[in-house]
Structure formats: structure tokens, C-alpha cells
């Protein structure tokens, strides 16, 4: 800027033309101004690239971090594996039967379970569901339920090994998962239970019946009333209804309409919500 002032002072003591002075002086600072301007972009340019160099040596450390992580990840994925193996190694422990776990059935109606307790915190039942299978509903079959149990008044040669003995009234009672057992000639015969005879554990899948607000429990054609931590045989309450009869029933005819004779008491089918046909007791023993 200074040679450009310097060269407009000497052109200007000379006799030229002002006018030409003038447009001499304007070119030359033109000329002077677009110059600075070039040196400030280039000095902008070489700055930008001395500040990008550092900002590229801080980001190499960045992924060397991050492959540090993923090496540190690597095990926890190894763990993971080996927690998968160590869980499926007990579930084929337990296939094999080093752990049994037994299923409990879920019929939806009242049933027994290894140990149930009833609204008053009571036992009401005990015993090895393991090789209990829940029953298949048939409408033709009354006795649907039992269709596995001995039949009423039937005769065996042998009593299952797990029976208990019972004493009641001067006759020896035997006693196994529900059924009721007297000897007769040297053999056994399936009976009903006598009134007042009564069980401390009720059989595995017996129903549970409320009838005037009060409990009774049911299986295969026998009604247990609970008292003083037993279930005592009672005759079968009027109006009780249950879904299948014991094996060995009788049928009887009046009008038209077919009625079920078990132990004495007389039932008449009676058509559920869902379309089930249970009985009803009409006539008790």
C-alpha cells in the first residue's frame, strides 16, 4: 500500500493529467486490495489443515477403544454360550429323570391336589397324583370318571398292595384310592361303604359339592362329610348333583325317562350350561 501511495506522489508532481493520475491510482489499489484478500484465503486454507492433522491423530486412539471393547465383549458372549449349554444340559438331566417334576392335571373342576387345603385351611387331601390321567367326558357312559375302578359288587382275587385295613361295625373293611373292599369266600368284593365308616385323606380326584352352603365331597357313588379331621361316609344328600356315576349302576324306567339306582339312592340326568349330562340325586338311601 505504501509503494502504491509513493507512485501515485510522483505521478501526481509530474504534469499529468489528473484525470489519468486518478484512474492510475484506482487500478493500483485494486490491484493491491485483491492481493491481501488471496494471502488471507491462503493463510485460512494452510490453517484449516494444521488444525485438521491434530484432530485426526486424536480419533485413531478412538477406534483403537473400540476394538478393545469388542475383544472385551467377546468373553461375555463365550459365558453366555456357556450358561445356554449348562441350562440345556438340566433340562436333559431332567428328561432323563435326574429331575422329575410331575404335572399337575387342570380339569377345571374341583380336584385334589398332593396336599389342598378347603376355605377353612384344612387338609383335604394327600396323596401321588403322578399316575393320575384326567378321565374322558362321554354322554353315553354315566360312569365315565370310574370306567377305570372295579365295579360295584364285583369279585377279585386280590385287594391292591396298597390297601389299608378299616374296622367298622365287627367287619373288616379294605380300603384303596376310594374303593371299599370286604372279603367273601376267600376272595373280595367291591362294596359300598357303610354309613359312619370314615377315611383320613380323601382319593385323588374327588369333587368338591356345595349344597346349601355346605360342603360334601364325592367319589365314585361315596359322599364324605368332614368332622373332626376326618371324612365320614354319609347317605348321598337330596339335590346334590355330580358328573359321572360309579361303574355297576342300575337303570330305571318311569314315564318314559331312565333314573340311576347306586347303593339304594336313585339319580335322573340333568343337562349343564355346557351340554354335559351330570346327575342328580332324587332319592337317598
Known amino acids: 500500500m505504501k509503494h502504491t501511495i509513493e507512485i501515485f506522489r510522483n505521478v501526481f508532481r509530474m504534469n499529468v493529467n489528473k484525470t489519468i493520475a486518478l484512474m492510475l491510482f484506482a487500478a493500483l489499489l485494486n490491484i493491491n486490495t485483491a492481493g491481501a484478500q488471496e494471502n488471507r484465503s491462503r493463510q485460512k486454507a494452510s490453517g484449516n489443515k494444521a488444525e485438521a492433522k491434530p484432530g485426526n491423530s486424536q480419533q485413531q486412539p478412538s477406534r483403537q ?4 471393547t469388542n475383544q472385551v465383549n467377546t468373553p461375555d458372549a463365550t459365558s453366555n454360550r456357556a450358561r445356554v449349554s449348562n441350562g440345556n ?23 385334589a391336589n398332593t396336599a389342598r387345603s378347603n376355605t377353612a385351611g384344612r387338609t383335604v387331601a394327600q396323596g401321588n397324583r403322578s399316575n393320575y390321567a384326567r378321565p374322558v367326558y362321554s354322554a353315553n357312559n354315566p360312569s365315565w370318571h370310574y370306567t377305570n375302578l372295579p365295579r360295584r359288587n364285583s369279585v377279585i382275587t386280590t385287594v391292591p398292595s396298597t390297601y389299608k385295613t378299616i374296622n367298622y361295625g365287627g367287619d373288616n373293611y379294605r380300603y384303596n384310592r376310594g374303593v371299599f373292599y370286604r372279603s367273601y ?15 383320613n ?3 385323588v380326584g374327588y369333587r368338591r359339592i356345595m349344597l346349601n352352603n355346605y360342603p360334601y365331597y364325592y367319589y365314585n ?12 361316609v354319609v347317605s ?21 325317562e331312565t333314573y340311576y339306582t347306586v347303593d339304594g339312592a336313585q339319580y335322573k340326568p340333568v343337562v349343564q350350561e355346557n351340554g354335559e ?5 332324587i332319592k337317598a338311601n
Open 277 to 281: 349330562v351330570w346327575y342328580q340325586v
Open 236 to 256: 348321598p344328600p337330596v339335590g346334590a348333583v355330580v358328573e359321572s356315576l360309579p361303574a355297576g349302576y342300575e337303570t330305571l324306567t318311569i314315564d318314559g
Open 185 to 199: 369266600n376267600n376272595t373280595f368284593i367291591v362294596v359300598a361303604p357303610p354309613i359312619g365308616i370314615y377315611i
Open 221 to 232: 357313588g361315596t359322599y364324605y362329610d368332614y368332622r373332626d379331621n376326618n371324612y365320614i
Open 201 to 203: 385323606i380323601l382319593p
Open 65 to 68: 477403544s473400540n476394538t478393545r
Open 89 to 111: 444340559t438340566k433340562n436333559r438331566n431332567a428328561s432323563n429323570g435326574t429331575v422329575q417334576k410331575t404335572s399337575q392335571p387342570n380339569s377345571g373342576r374341583t380336584t
